[in-house]
């Protein structure tokens, strides 16, 4: 049986694919950025309770699992198939690492009584109650993301490792890394609309 | 195993570890704009550098500045979409 591999109409579905989550990552900021307009001093507010280490911290973390996910690509084109695997899995590690830091942040926001439906913030100034509302849906909706990119990489690192994506026939890898920049990106945006805001 | 591979490009490592030091350079002018009381130009300060990042990811991590013409066409058109999409909106919330 012969079977057919199309990467190039492959690698525009996964585009096209992109181009949705890019819209609903749109409608989500844009949510945000009228209630700013509504509530800009509470969304400050909101803002300065949101810690700056762990904000900078998965920010600089996310952009190297993106380079290391890049660079496993260049090496297994370079057939340095080891060099791509170990690429692939620190990428992944990361992952998980930002995943442990969005526990402890949002554990110690939950610990403060700012949850969603809390009493502080049901009764409080209502663009906080907004804010706050915006930050656990985004990063969740976030965080739901950066789960199945994991996800997504480690069955790319298993078929690196049993041969079956090789320097000849990537197409997955590089469809899998293109979800996980993806994911970056929206991190780039996030960050500074909800850790920098002053 | 039939593949129809167009050759593909490889960035070499310099490339992507120029990129990323670019990323992490922005990332602290960033923070550190973020300190400077520029009134309404902090958002603008931020959304200019992270669109900045989010242009050097998307070119060069992932490749779409070595795409062929119709990924980078529809992506063009994306970003059209997402600008009209905002632009309406914001249109009617500031004459409410």
């Not at chain 1, 600089?60 to 996910?69: C, K, T």
């Not at chain 1, 000849?168 to 890394?177: K, Q, R, S, Y």
């Amino acid at each position: 049986m012969e079977t057919h591999s199309d990467t190039k109409g492959a690698r525009l579905g996964m585009w096209l694919f992109l181009y949705t989550e890019i819209m609903l990552f749109s409608g989500m900021f844009i949510l945000y950025a009228a209630y700013l307009h509504k509530f800009p001093t509470d969304f400050i507010e909101g803002g300065k309770e949101l810690s700056l280490v762990f904000g900078s911290v998965n920010t600089i973390i996310l952009l190297i699992s993106s380079f290391s996910v890049a660079a496993s690509i260049t090496a297994l084109r370079k057939n340095s198939r080891g060099l791509a695997a170990g690429l692939l899995a620190a990428a992944v590690a990361i992952g998980g690492i930002f995943l442990i830091n969005k526990y402890f942040e949002w554990g110690q926001k939950i610990h403060h009584g700012i949850y969603p439906n809390a009493p502080a913030l049901v009764n409080g100034p209502t663009g906080e109650n907004m804010f706050f509302g915006l930050y656990y849906v985004i990063t969740g909706l976030h965080g739901i993301h950066i789960i199945i990119g994991m996800v997504l990489l480690s069955v790319c690192l298993v078929m690196i490792l049993k041969n079956r994506i090789h320097s000849g026939n990537d197409g997955i890898l590089e469809n899998c890394g293109l979800y996980w920049h993806l994911v970056d990106i929206i991190w780039i945006f996030i960050f500074p609309l909800f850790y920098l805001i002053i | 195993m039939k593949i129809t591979n167009e050759h593909p490009h490889v960035i070499s490592y310099k490339k992507l570890i120029g990129i990323l030091i670019a990323l992490l350079i922005l990332t602290a002018i960033t923070i550190s704009v973020s300190m400077v009381d520029l009134g309404k130009f902090n958002v603008w300060a931020a959304l200019l550098i992270a669109s900045t990042k989010c242009t050097l990811v998307v070119l060069f991590f992932m490749h779409l500045k070595y795409e062929n013409r119709v990924i980078r066409i529809s992506f063009v058109v994306t970003l059209f979409c997402v600008a009209i999409l905002i632009g309406f909106i914001f249109w009617d919330i500031s004459f409410r």
